[in-house]
């Protein structure tokens, strides 16, 4: 019978090893979409997964048990990949603006057959900032205050860009769902 996470946290709390790695095992899969949501590249979600892991690691004496102990490690997944992603910014690392906007369906799936997948590679075609915005809010489920905070941008911003990061991924999802198929 798996261990409760209650029980991984106690025994990571003792310092125990083999609780860190089954608590890593039992959350890492869940940890890295999320900062694949919010990293640019994987070789980033996984430097993000890592350091959200040693931030859990080291500070499991600020989880006080108000809420789902995985609700707290994604929060942490989500900050310490926004923080990595706006280091890059600041850094001046060029973002692949060909990454950006070169979207590859050579079946040309339409709307009622577009998949999960379609719609997350959709999703990652958004400019960075718009991307950011409709994860937050409408995976995560910030509210804009919470996203303005996060990302330090007025909430104003955070509702304009959600705006048109929905409006641009709708034409994007129409163009798609335009494109002929091509069976052979």
């Known amino acids: 019978m798996a261990e409760s996470i209650d029980a991984l946290v106690d025994g990571c709390r003792r310092g125990r090893p083999a ?7 039992r959350l890492g899969y869940q940890l890295m979409g999320v900062c ?8 980033d979600a996984e430097d ?19 809420g789902p102990f995985e609700a707290w490690a994604r929060r942490i997944a989500v900050t310490t ?35 999960a997948d379609d719609l997350v590679r959709q999703m990652n075609t958004l400019p ?13 489920g910030y509210t804009h205050a919470e996203i303005g905070e996060l990302l330090g941008i007025s909430e104003g ?4 860009q959600l705006s048109r990061a929905r409006r641009l991924l709708e034409e ?4 798609q769902a335009q494109t002929p198929s091509h069976h052979d």
């Open 157 to 160: 911003t955070s509702k304009s």
């Open 36 to 43: 694949l949501r919010y990293c640019p590249s994987r070789a």
């Open 81 to 115: 990949s926004l923080n990595l992603w706006q280091q890059q910014q600041q850094r001046g690392l060029p973002l692949d603006p060909e990454e950006a906007t070169n979207v590859h369906h050579p079946d040309g799936t339409p709307f009622d057959q577009l998949s």
């Open 48 to 66: 993000a997964l890592q350091l959200t892991f040693v931030k859990i690691f080291t500070r499991l004496d600020q989880f006080r048990n108000q």
């Open 128 to 140: 960075p900032g718009y991307r950011t915005v409709l994860n937050l809010y409408a995976i995560e």
């Open 172 to 175: 994007r999802l129409h163009q």
């Open 19 to 25: 609780a860190q790695r089954r608590l890593y095992e």
